[in-house]
């Protein structure tokens, strides 16, 4: 039987975003179509200007070419926040799957992939101009048009460890480059006139992982403080990490080195992960002679990288202005306050995030009591402004994550209530607060906690409980957290922690006693968590105990 369309021209309508038409498969929803120029510069207006890029690709009902895999990634990810829908780029597995549609032919026409459907398919040393129009032809026997020909489609899959997979072949391209079950694929940063994708999407609720082979990865636990070797500034204590993964690959950690909490010589480093290795040490931030206490790091759809730092008036680390810069591909701008005034509520937590209307939330604690609370401090137009809300919620080094009715909601630690870890929620942007108990235990000294929305749907909780370091999913918007299980793949180690938390041994029924918790998903889906020192590399399916 030919599954359903759904329609979500309404959905459209009431977001104003062109939202594609998807199919519905088992498990997941295909966009009908490739995206097209004017479905993806909704998202990147710039992209207009390579319309007709060597004669490719003028009309807005054409495939959009000339995107790389981390804007076709990108362009995901707004739509996810702009709908509260969870969209993504398909799999191998997935994207196969839907071209056969139940055929076992080499094309999902049979033997043969019809001339009235081709497109220029030959080799041609300078590729001659075709209309990219998608669904010019039928569609296969599931609604889905173009799975042979027209451009390449990036998949979520990483080939030999370093390049994206592409599937479905283009014009200017070999017939027999077409076929269901070829295999190609690109450096992620391409931007070719053969390359475009189409996206899937999966219903809340349903777990699908976002590798290529729904492989459960739970990586050797490394440190990711590394000890620096070009003589930059490097104390007994490094603590409180934040961390984002790069738009072109990799990850950018940062944290606090010093001798004490509130010293002057307190300097902000940096560590880049390079899917194998953490570099060395380097300067990352230091005001001279000031207090640097509290970093944060947010990775936007465009690729720019903000930076939040607290930054103090003396030693103490109490009273502290909010500053912010931003990387682009100019560099990093200068550090400049947001909020100058060195008083209570700036001490930066790790863990900003953008809500599906675009506002940028930042936690800070209330103040340096641990009873104190969280504050939050929000940003309407990107980061150029920004306005405390004068709320305060319960528990000081909040996680927070935006549900999918757009209310707040925000874990703490201290602030208990009825012995638990306390609960906050907001309807209405962080204005006002209720707070009600978890099931979770409350945490304390050196403990930090992270709550946080998976690219997949689920939240997830890192926390600390009696035998250590565990992590919680809720595919319900936390009304229950089925899942819950210690850090741990029951492999005997001996690890050291640093900072507050010392050695300690990771087995079968023990994880991290303690730390300050980070996280960022990368866009191949895994998680990567951050304690003080030591660097964990897991996925959703490892989570699951798939």
Known sequence: MRPSFLLLGLLAACTQVPVPTMVDLPDFK???????????????????????????????????????????????????????RSFRLP?????????????????????????????????????????????????????????????EEWCQDLVDGQYRAVRGGSHNTPVEFLRADYRCASIPQDRSVLLG???????????????AHETVIFAEPIPYVIAPVDGTPFYSHNHQPAVTWLPGGGLLAIWFSTDAEAGREMVVLQSKFDGKDWTPATLFCKVPG???????????????????????????WKDLALAMRRLSADGWSPLQYIEPEHEVRHQVIAGPIVTRDGRILLCCDAGPDGEAGTALHVSADGGKTWKDTGS??????????????????????????????PCSISADGGATWTYSATEFPPIGSGQRLVLKRLLEGPLMLCSFGPNGLFVALSYDDGASWPVQKLLTDGKERVLDGGAWTGTFTLDATHAEPKGYLACTQSPDGQIHLLSSRVHYRFNLAWLEGK
Not at 201 to 207: D, L, N, R, S, Y
């Open 91 to 151: 799999t191998e597995a997935e994207w196969e799957y839907a071209c056969r549609a139940g055929s076992t032919t080499p094309y999902n026409t049979g033997e043969a992939f019809p001339e009235s459907q081709w497109k220029v398919q030959k080799n041609t040393r300078d590729k001659e101009p075709v209309s990219l129009q998608v669904a010019q032809f039928a569609p296969n026997a599931w609604g889905l048009y173009d799975m042979h020909g027209n451009v």
């Open 290 to 316: 000031r207090n640097m206490t509290g970093s944060a790091l947010l990775t936007l759809e465009n690729g720019e990288i903000l930076h939040f730092q607290g930054v103090g008036d003396a030693g103490e």
């Open 392 to 421: 305060t919620i319960k528990g000081i080094h909040a996680g927070i994550v935006e549900l999918k009715d757009g209310r707040l909601m925000a874990f703490g630690r201290g602030n208990a209530i009825d012995g638990k870890m």
């Open 30 to 84: 295909m966009s009908a179509t490739e995206i097209t120029n004017a479905q993806y510069e909704a998202f990147d207006p710039s992209h207009k200007s390579l319309r007709g890029f060597k004669g490719f690709s003028q009309a807005d009902d054409e495939a959009v070419v000339m995107v790389s895999w981390e804007e076709a990634s990108a362009y995901c990810e707004w739509l996810s926040r702009k709908t509260g």
């Open 197 to 211: 994708f189409r996206i899937v999407e999966a219903e809340p609720g349903v777990k699908v992982a976002w590798n």
